[in-house]
């Protein structure tokens, strides 16, 4: 495989991606730079800049996408503006991943490719769980073994936000990206309530979640966090938790590391 080449993984709310110059050794592949896009909105333009120093080569592209338009508008500006490019629509059978589920091609590819990831870093013989805290939050089991087995969806911040405006009469719309930083429990304004809520909240239902694979597993996890809010909630979980922020990047390219030699 020819480098430097592109990850991308697309989402709902934000599609990201990743050029990799140096995927070499055994740690887990970090990208040389990265641009963000708004994922209802991407300002593909941007791409023709971030690129500039490569405008005259053949790059390849290795998409993850569980954002179905999404991905098809990417690609089709790919054709029209990187003709030469090569681009690769990662699915679940692509993947160096045993899925023990009965429709892994029902499984989001971004859970897959976290969990390829984390087989690269966990410790040997030890299950991992991986939180991934996006516009859905997933908290998902990886087994001893390596095995994906699942795990739980729940909607993320920004979701649940929308919801408490949109369903009630008075409840204004709260900006969640300012949860960077845990929020006071105690709300003494409406507002400030409903950050406490939705931010203490989360960490409650993730930490529960965490608890009960865990005891599924039958083992002690190591954790795994990933998404706009990982860092924070990452810091809440104790010592076994660790934020990986390029996480699906890297399963992404270990997986084309594996399937395209």
């Known amino acids: 495989m020819t480098i430097p080449f592109l990850a991308v993984d697309i989402g709902n709310a ?9 995927i070499a050794g055994d740690a887990l592949p970090e990208p040389a730079r990265t641009l963000p896009l708004n994922g209802e909105k991407p300002q593909f333009d941007s791409i023709v800049s971030w690129l500039d120093d490569f405008a005259g080569e053949k790059l390849p592209w290795f998409l993850a996408s569980v954002n179905r ?10 054709s029209v503006h990187r003709p ?7 699915s679940a059978g692509d993947l160096p991943l045993v899925v023990r589920l009965e429709r892994p091609d029902m499984v989001g590819i971004d859970r897959l490719v976290d969990a390829v990831a984390v087989n690269r870093v966990r410790e040997p013989g030890r299950s991992a ?4 805290v996006g516009t859905a939050i997933t908290v998902d089991l990886v087994a001893a073994d390596g095995a994906f087995l699942g795990g739980s969806i ?7 936000a929308r919801a408490l405006n949109e369903f009630t ?7 969640v990206s300012e949860l960077s930083e845990p929020p006071p429990a105690l709300g003494t304004s409406t507002e400030a309530a409903m950050r406490s809520g939705l931010f203490w909240g989360t960490v409650g239902a993730i930490r529960q979640l965490i608890e009960q694979l865990g005891h599924d597993a039958g083992d002690h996890p190591q954790i795994f966090l990933t998404g706009g809010a990982g860092a924070a909630v990452a810091e809440l979980l104790g010592p076994d938790a660790q934020f990986v922020p390029h996480i699906t990047l890297a399963g992404i390219v270990l997986a084309m590391q594996i399937t395209h030699k």
Do not use: C, E, Y
């Open 14 to 22: 934000r599609m990201k991606i990743g050029l990799f110059d140096n």
């Open 69 to 78: 338009p999404g991905a098809t508008r990417l690609i089709d500006w790919l």
């Open 84 to 90: 030469d490019d090569s681009v690769t629509l990662l």
């Open 129 to 132: 769980v991986i939180v991934d």
């Open 154 to 160: 729940l909607p993320g911040l920004r979701m649940s």
């Open 169 to 175: 009469d008075l409840l204004p719309l709260v900006d």
